[in-house]
């Protein structure tokens, strides 16, 4: 299980989330990296998952305002081998093209995320995946409710191979993750790789999301509280194309798990598109 921190990004501050209420975010206030400058949090988040990989969230941009493309340089600059994972409320690919422009040389390092309760059209989505592209598709889900302008949840088939399952409120709820929700899109999609989103509060909680199906989980709040511990040291992902490229494991991913089989009958995953714990995925 790969874990991929996450920064949310408000008015150039790193903010804490909770349940999607984003109009009332908070700056941040975490164990791991005084203040909430988010070059410093980005860099210490990664060093503290052992990653080179960061999920950030441009709320500006996800509420109708511009992209924070500032913050976005300064942050990439500071880290040249940062691979960043952003949502900025894309509606179509032109959109992710133009901020990636934006940035310069260092949009290179930037895969866009297009989500759900942003991507305008069925017709944006077949151009936002369109080869040689690779970028990933967040499934965004809010109070037992698809976040879906286009009716992208009804088109498992257009569904790229990178799949993020967002459960918004679940985020900074420390309630536990959507495991329903991601084992109806693993059993959808089985040979997609999924990432899930919200929840998490220790361990066991990944261990359980990777019975469910989950390959990778975005992680910010149990992380910021010292809920989480990662392991300090990364796990050689084994893709030679990508060299000293790595996954963060959690510490205890290695001991018992909830039981699979249990669990994949409760769930109706079969047991091909169950995970093994502690088994890092490159996403490179």
Known sequence: MQIIPVIDLKDGQVVRAVRGDRARYQPIDSVLC???????MAQRLCEHCATDTLYLADLDALQGGEPQIAALQRLLGKQPALRLWLDAG?????QADALRAALGEAGRRVTPVFGSESLRSID???RCFAPPSSPLLSLDRRGGK???VAGLWGQPTLWPQRLIVMSLDR??????PDLDTLAAVRALAPKAQLIGAGGIRHAADLQA?????????LVASALHDGRLTVGRAATDCGDRRHRDHSVSQPE???????DLADFGAQHKVSPATQRRPGHGICFA
């Open 34 to 40: 005084p203040g909430s400058d988010p070059a410093a």
């Open 90 to 94: 894309f509606a179509d690919a032109e």
């Open 124 to 126: 944006a989505l077949a």
């Open 146 to 148: 698809a976040l879906d």
């Open 171 to 176: 985020v900074g709820s420390f309630e536990g």
């Open 209 to 217: 999301a990777t019975a469910a199906g989950a390959d990778a989980w």
């Open 252 to 258: 205890g991913a290695t001991r018992a798990a909830p």
